[in-house]
């Protein structure tokens, strides 16, 4: 009977990162964060868990919640 390690494969190995992406990346999260857009998402998902909307109905009711909170 041979015995074979439960977790042969080595973890992933991440890429160095580039000071140009760290840069949009930042400047990206603070866009979201100043927009409000995030917020928005997290209050849309509550109100589509909550009101038990259908997953069919998801994309259509996420986008009219948008167009509410302009």
Same mark, same amino acid.
């Given at each position: 009977m041979s015995?074979? #390690?439960e977790n042969s494969q080595s #973890? #992933?190995?991440q890429k #160095? /990162? $580039?000071p140009k992406t760290e840069k949009?990346?930042?400047e990206y999260y603070a866009y979201l964060e100043r927009s409000g857009i995030s917020i928005?998402?997290?209050i849309?998902? $509550?109100e589509i868990v909550g009101k038990g909307i259908k997953e069919?109905?998801?994309f259509d009711y /996420?986008?009219?919640r948008l167009r509410d909170f302009k």
């Open positions: 015995e074979e #390690p #973890p #992933p190995k #160095p /990162t $580039n949009i990346k930042k928005g998402f997290q849309i998902f $509550n069919s109905e998801v /996420t986008a009219k």
